[in-house]
């Protein structure tokens, strides 16, 4: 079975600190993918980025970063210099190839992350 | 090129009733996937399609069912409805295996 776990359920920070979501999975499958995705209030799941199982580089896209270490099982995520308009709810997820074929998501419990001027 | 489209965007049914939701994918995406959002349960995977057929499905009861058509549009139907199945209903479409899941705004379903 596929699991992801986003301990973090809330997080409140200023404008312009840095903030980490954090993300670990766990999964039997050799090859799968890791994303990250947005839930602004307006309810639609906004992608953010996509990594398969076999690329560990890190990625970094403007204020965005991503750190994949396949070691501890984690997809952890940074917002340098957070803005109020990065207030939403993040989700990490994984996909995992079913027996029928095709994959399905398995996301985990969101993060609540709250900036403030 | 325009996103995935979810209709309604909103919907109030009463317990019993049956409701029918609806995705248009992006176009030229085959493969349509169904997810539900709750605040007890949060994201869960509903069903698959795939050309026509359905791939997968999750643990949801048989009162949950979908299908695709030729233009890869799919429906979502609940019949006899309860307060539980009060949710974000979630479509999401993909070109292939592992290409990234593009998602619809959702319809937002309340049962009375």
């Known amino acids: 079975a596929q699991k992801v776990t986003q301990a973090q359920t809330e997080i409140s920070v200023v404008e312009k600190e840095d903030v980490t979501l954090d993300c670990v999975y766990e999964?039997?499958?050799?090859?799968?993918?890791l994303f990250w995705y947005k839930q602004p209030p307006s309810g639609e799941l906004v992608f953010l980025i996509r990594?398969?199982?076999?690329?560990?580089q890190n990625e970094i896209s403007g204020r965005y970063s991503w750190n994949f270490q396949k070691s501890t099982s984690s997809f952890n995520f940074t917002i340098t210099a957070s803005q109020v308009v990065d207030s939403a709810v993040y989700f990490c997820?994984?996909?995992?190839?079913?027996?029928?074929?095709?994959?399905?998501?398995?996301f985990g419990t969101g993060t609540q992350l709250k900036v403030e001027l | 090129k325009a996103g995935v489209t979810q209709t309604p965007r909103y919907l109030i049914k009463t317990r019993g009733q049956q409701v029918t939701l609806s995705c248009s994918p992006i176009?030229?995406?085959?493969?349509v996937s169904w997810y539900q959002q709750t605040p007890g349960q949060g994201l869960q995977f509903l069903f698959e399609?795939?050309?026509?057929?359905?791939?997968n499905k999750g643990n949801f009861p048989g009162r949950f069912s979908g299908r695709q058509f030729s233009n890869s549009r799919s429906e979502m139907n609940v019949s006899t409805l309860e307060l539980g199945d009060s949710a974000l209903y979630l479509c999401?479409?993909?070109?292939?295996?592992?290409?990234?899941?593009?998602f619809g705004s959702g319809t937002r379903l309340t049962v009375v």
């Open positions: 990594r398969n199982s076999f690329d560990e």
């Open positions: 999964t039997r499958d050799t090859t799968y993918y």
């Open positions: 997820a994984l996909s995992g190839r079913l027996t029928g074929g095709g994959n399905k998501l398995t």
């Open positions: 176009s030229g995406h085959r493969s």
């Open positions: 999401a479409s993909s070109l292939e295996e592992g290409s990234g899941y593009t």
């Open positions: 399609y795939f050309s026509e057929t359905q791939r």
